[in-house]
């Protein structure tokens, strides 16, 4: 059975997605640490879930997350605990094409009951590149 920062860390980073999703970038400020540290696709370094937004509003007409289900790493503690967001991406590129199926992973650092870090990977690259006919077989 897992313990209470478990269940107390999952729930968090489902209510930050939640939250995100709407999308209100800055509704999840409550949720996150102050020092908060981002790494987005491509190794961009950001502070907010607002930066996060905006990029993604240059690279999607729209775009949310089916989350496939929320993992908590074992050994956390309330000083620090690892969580994992496995899903897919789905919505519009720029032009209005609709896609769906885009994977990702979200990885979560929760100190104190608060996102500290956040570190986020997807398909979405390699899908503009094949749009481009850039892909590599």
Avoid at 30 to 53: K, W
Wanted: charged share 25%.
């Amino acid at each position: 059975m897992p313990g209470m920062q478990e269940r107390d860390a999952a729930a968090l980073v489902d209510e930050y997605l939640r939250i995100l999703m709407i999308p209100d970038p800055e509704g999840v400020r409550a949720l996150v640490a102050p020092d908060l540290r981002i790494t987005f696709t491509g190794g961009r370094a950001m502070r907010a879930p607002a930066e996060c937004a905006a990029f993604n509003a240059g690279r999607y007409a729209w775009v949310r997350k089916r989350i496939e289900r929320t993992e908590v790493v074992s050994g956390g503690t309330d000083e620090e605990t690892v969580v994992y967001s496995p899903g897919t991406l789905y919505g519009a590129w720029p032009d209005g094409t609709a896609f769906e199926g885009n994977r990702y992973v979200d990885r979560y650092v929760v100190r104190h009951g608060l996102i500290a870090r956040m570190d986020v990977w997807n398909d979405s690259a390699e899908w503009l590149l094949q749009r481009a006919g850039l892909a590599q077989p």
